[in-house]
Every structure is written in structure tokens, then in C-alpha cells.
């Protein structure tokens, strides 16, 4: 397993952007897949992207393709996803996952390092 902090969640209004990032420990961190989920108040966890290991391939939740990207930086650990055009209802605690050579599952039981999450608001 893979240690991992999520940071730069925030307050924005709605059509403007956000860059989440997901630092991770480990020094076999290019070896694992990771990917965002996010969790609105009352609603169960869903998946909104996710990259592979190799190669870095993408899958992407439909409510999200356009206007998220999902990248990562392997010298520095880092998955990051960047939201551009939100919408109120893309708020949620978003949670960054990683599994050990899983390669773009959307399914949460697929991955088992999780970050604490970070808030997202987005007001309208």
C-alpha cells in the first residue's frame, strides 16, 4: 500500500476551476493505478476518473468527460485531476484511491490506498 494526501479543494463558483493533487509515498508509486472519487452529502461514493499505471491510459464518469483531466507525475509522486467549467453538482468530498497494478477500474473495492478526501464546493 501507498500513503496518500489529497490538497486543493476550495470554494469556487460555478464555470470556474480547481486542481486537486494527490501526493503519494512509496518508491513503487508508478507501478499503481489510481483514480478520483468523489461523495456528495446523503449519496454514495462514484467514481470520476481514473489513470493507469502503463500506460497512462484515462477513463473518465460521463458527468465529468470535457471538463476534467486526470494526470500524473511519476518522478513526483502525484496524481492530479483538473477540473475546469464546474457545476454545483460537482460538489463532493473527493477522494483519491491507488491499487497495485490496477489499470482504469472505476470499481472502489479495485484500489486499496484512499486518501482523507478534500471538500469541494461549487456555488452557484
Known amino acids: 500500500q501507498v500513503q496518500l494526501v489529497e490538497s486543493g479543494g476550495g470554494l469556487v463558483q460555478a464555470g470556474g476551476s480547481l486542481r486537486l493533487s494527490c501526493a503519494a509515498s512509496?518508491?513503487?508509486?508508478?507501478?499503481?493505478?489510481v483514480a478520483w472519487f468523489q461523495q456528495a452529502p446523503g449519496k454514495e461514493r462514484e467514481f470520476v476518473a481514473s489513470?493507469?499505471?502503463?500506460?497512462?491510459?484515462?477513463n473518465y464518469a460521463p458527468s465529468v468527460k470535457g471538463r476534467f483531466t486526470i494526470s500524473r507525475d511519476n518522478p513526483k509522486n502525484t496524481v492530479y485531476l483538473q477540473m475546469n467549467s464546474l457545476k454545483p453538482e460537482d460538489t463532493a468530498v473527493y477522494y483519491c484511491?491507488?491499487?497495485?497494478?490496477?489499470?482504469?477500474?472505476?470499481?472502489?473495492?479495485?484500489?486499496?490506498?484512499w486518501g482523507q478526501g478534500t471538500q469541494v464546493t461549487v456555488s452557484s
Open positions: 484511491a491507488a491499487g497495485y497494478s490496477i489499470n482504469n477500474s472505476r470499481l472502489g473495492r479495485d484500489y486499496d490506498s
Open positions: 512509496g518508491r513503487t508509486f508508478s507501478r499503481y493505478g
Open positions: 489513470i493507469g499505471w502503463i500506460p497512462f491510459t484515462t
